[in-house]
């Protein structure tokens, strides 16, 4: 005996597939997900290239902090301390630069991360970040150090 996996419908029909009714339920219920995923989704990219920023101007300050005890002054540019364009891993999102004064008493430095691109328009939160010799975090945005370090 033959066994089949047809289903059969109350009225003794047989009933292959989906309804019109049924599909367009599931395709209401993936576009409300949708809607609520993606903005989500698109704040976390922006805080996660934010943070790699952060995380790259400290490390820039720590060559930098090492650079002043061997040489007696702060580096006047990233190549001093060895970045290139094509190794500042941020380079894709973000403008790194460094300004020192060492005429200044004490000699200072700040670093200063600035959002290019599609992260420009996306974080006008935060905007460009900073940090300098005395480890005095910055933004340029409208929101608050604290929310954006």
Same mark, same amino acid.
């Given at each position: #005996?033959?066994? =089949?996996? *047809? @289903?059969?419908?109350? /009225?003794?029909r047989? /009933?292959? !597939?989906?309804?019109?009714v049924?599909? #367009?339920?599931? @395709?209401?219920?993936?576009g409300?997900? %949708?809607?609520?995923a993606?903005? $989500?989704?698109?704040? $976390?990219?922006?805080?996660?290239? *934010? +943070?790699? %920023?952060?995380g790259?101007?400290?490390?820039?300050?720590?060559?930098?902090? /090492?650079? #002043?005890? &061997?040489? *007696?002054?702060?580096?006047t &540019? #990233?190549? =001093?301390?060895g970045?290139?364009?094509?190794?500042?891993?941020?380079?894709?999102? $973000?403008?790194?630069t460094?300004?020192? &004064?060492n005429?200044?008493?004490?000699? =200072? $430095?700040?670093?200063?991360?600035a959002p290019?691109?599609?992260?420009?328009? *996306?974080?006008?939160?935060?905007?460009?970040?900073?940090?300098?010799q +005395?480890?005095?975090? !910055?933004?340029?945005?409208?929101?608050?150090? %604290?929310d954006c370090?």
């Amino acid at each position: #005996m033959h066994k =089949t996996n *047809r @289903v059969f419908a109350a /009225q003794g029909r047989m /009933q292959q !597939g989906f309804t019109l009714v049924e599909l #367009m339920i599931v @395709v209401a219920i993936i576009g409300i997900l %949708a809607a609520i995923a993606i903005p $989500y989704y698109g704040n $976390y990219v922006v805080k996660s290239n *934010r +943070a790699a %920023a952060e995380g790259f101007i400290t490390s820039v300050t720590s060559k930098q902090q /090492q650079y #002043m005890l &061997d040489a *007696r002054a702060y580096a006047t &540019d #990233m190549a =001093t301390l060895g970045y290139t364009s094509s190794n500042i891993p941020v380079a894709k999102n $973000y403008n790194v630069t460094l300004t020192a &004064d060492n005429a200044a008493t004490p000699p =200072t $430095y700040s670093v200063t991360a600035a959002p290019t691109g599609t992260q420009a328009t *996306r974080d006008t939160k935060c905007g460009s970040v900073s940090l300098d010799q +005395a480890g005095t975090k !910055g933004i340029t945005g409208t929101g608050t150090v %604290a929310d954006c370090w």
